[in-house]
């Protein structure tokens, strides 16, 4: 029989044979992912300063997912991969009367129900309507594998939405591994039917992330760096207001920050002919 710890009311489920984590991590509220107990001051600081980047979709992509499980004849299950914190736009679904929200993460965070490693999803086949990872892909050694065992939790019928970074820097220290371009990303979902797909951030938020850790490199003091990203946040988040005009031009395909999948669990596998045939950027 295996035993799985609890630390502060939340389970902490983990394959610890096949995970980069392990269970006494957890046990001792360790600083993973997230810093759990940031200073007051560095938490001010950081609301002060100006974002570069904003997501130019998830509102809407959270809104239609929405309303898609609203037509369910029981009341949706949604799992959320990563979801210590709410995403951009999550409180749509969090609000939702009748979805069953199941908010899981490989950190302690304020939303944090579950302790699990999205390479082993600690549930049986067929529990979930949806499937939502947001900035999770791009955090995990094996993206492919951790769409199959979504792909296996879901529903006949399951949705899946996921938002991944492709023209953006390292910012998850250890635990970052992937990039995606569109085909790229579509790939890793080529078990789902596609409902909508397209870049969240364009070419803008994209140049604002490279000026900033460019300024970044030239120094690897903390306190310096601290000064850089105050320098370039406040030097370039006007960038991102051109995302507004670019985000839907097939250019910005080619340079996106990152890019959202909105998909339905399906019976059929796309082909790579397929694939690569559904290529809407400029470099034909």
Not at 30 to 51: A, I, T, V
Not at 140 to 169: H, N, S, W
Not at 206 to 220: E, N, P, V
């Amino acid at each position: 029989m295996t035993v799985f710890p609890i630390v502060n009311e939340c389970p902490v489920v983990l394959n610890e044979h096949s995970s980069v984590f392990r269970n006494e991590d957890f046990i001792a509220q360790q600083n993973l992912f997230f810093d759990l107990h940031p200073s007051g001051l560095r938490n001010f600081l950081k609301r002060q300063l100006p974002r570069i980047d904003r997501n130019l979709k998830a509102d809407a992509n959270l809104l239609r997912l929405a309303k898609m499980l609203a037509d369910r004849v029981e009341p949706p299950k949604v799992l959320v991969l990563g979801g210590s914190i709410l995403g951009d736009g999550m409180n749509i679904i969090a609000s939702a009367p009748r979805i069953e929200l199941l908010e899981t993460d490989v950190s302690f965070g304020p939303r944090t129900r579950l302790i699990c490693d999205a390479h082993d999803i600690p549930f049986v086949d067929l529990t979930f309507d949806a499937v939502i990872l947001q900035a999770v892909l791009e955090h995990v050694a094996d993206p492919q594998r951790c769409v199959e065992e979504c792909y296996r939790v879901l529903k006949p019928d399951g949705l899946i939405y996921a938002e991944t970074p492709f023209m953006q820097q390292v910012h998850g220290g250890r635990y970052d591994f992937t990039r995606f371009t569109l085909l790229g990303h579509r790939r890793l979902f080529r078990r789902f039917d596609e409902i909508d797909a397209g870049a969240v951030g364009g070419p803008g938020m994209a140049l604002a992330w490279s000026y900033k850790y460019f300024l970044g490199s030239f120094t690897s003091s903390r306190r310096t760096r601290q000064l850089t990203t105050a320098f370039a946040a406040y030097t370039s988040f006007i960038l991102k207001y051109f995302d507004r005009y670019l985000i839907d031009r097939p250019g910005a395909l080619d340079a996106a920050l990152g890019f959202f999948f909105l998909g339905c669990k399906s019976n059929t596998v796309l082909s790579d002919r397929d694939l690569v045939a559904q290529y809407k950027g400029l470099l034909q």
